[in-house]
């Protein structure tokens, strides 16, 4: 975040956004670049404990009710012992919609214990958003960010590559957790506007996957009935992937009636 400051700035400007979210911005809280936001009228909230992980929302039509981390995230410890919370999700009321900020962890490889920890992680912020919904029908919720899974063989470029290396993001324990929260009534809203295949949101810096178009769709907006009955238009821009200094991610927007 730090070092892409300015961009994020033009960014901000250039496509008139009204709420960012932001994920792994590698830096603490005191050195997260609070300027940026509200020297253009932003109020903005940040969760970081170091150089790792990291989330935001940033928003110029109001913040209420921030929340670090949802109610039971599952803490991560090599090998099970001293386990900590990381920062990884970060939640606020931004003109009456419940927007959350996240960043799923990356499985790392099949068999990685980090796997298990994604898995349950997953898990417990889907039992809550069911419950959100269960609660008030009426709720307009945003779950937003990375969520490190691609849902569809279409969402990477090549799903026999990934097959045949054992990646992660395309497991059907991966996909089967990411269908939950379809199944429990959120909708990918972005998806109907962008469709693949060989539409994406990351491409890695290594092996030239930009230019040679070797992506994965791994960035999402899932949201409520509601706030989904509200989205007239949805687009990933990936100009914002091109230039130096560029995030290996290119930012998903979401305009609402």
């Not at 969520?147 to 991966?174: G, L, S, Y």
């Not at 990936?238 to 991610?249: C, I, P, T, Y």
Request: charged share 30%; net charge negative; glycine share 6%.
């Amino acid at each position: 975040m730090r070092a892409r400051a300015d961009r994020v700035e033009e960014f901000l400007e250039r496509q008139d956004i009204d709420v960012l979210t932001i994920q792994e911005t590698k830096c603490k809280d005191e050195n997260f670049p609070w300027e940026v936001f509200e020297n253009n009228g932003y109020d903005v909230a940040h969760f970081g404990f170091n150089q790792w992980n990291g989330v935001a929302i940033a928003s110029r039509v109001g913040m209420k009710d921030v929340e670090r981390t949802f109610p039971n995230q599952p803490p991560f410890g090599k090998g099970g012992k001293n386990p900590v919370q990381e920062a990884r999700a970060i939640g606020a009321t931004c003109d009456g919609v419940r927007i959350w900020s996240l960043y799923v962890p990356n499985g790392r490889t099949r068999e990685d214990e980090h796997m298990v920890y994604k898995l349950a992680w997953l898990r417990q912020l889907r039992e809550h958003a069911s419950a959100w919904l269960q609660e008030n029908p009426q709720a307009q919720i945003a779950l937003t960010g990375d969520w490190n899974i691609a849902p569809k063989d279409d969402d990477v470029w090549d799903i026999d590559f990934f097959e045949r290396h054992q990646m992660t993001h395309v497991t059907e324990p991966e996909r089967a957790a990411f269908q939950e929260f379809l199944d429990a009534g959120y909708a990918d809203v972005v998806r109907p506007h962008a469709p693949g295949p060989g539409v994406y949101t990351y491409w890695d810096y290594t092996q030239l996957r930009f230019p040679k178009k070797e992506g994965m769709r791994i960035d999402f907006v899932l949201a409520s009935p509601k706030l989904a009955e509200r989205v007239e238009h949805a687009f990933i821009d990936r100009e914002e992937r091109k230039g130096k200094g560029a995030s290996d991610h290119a930012p998903v927007i979401v305009d609402l009636s």
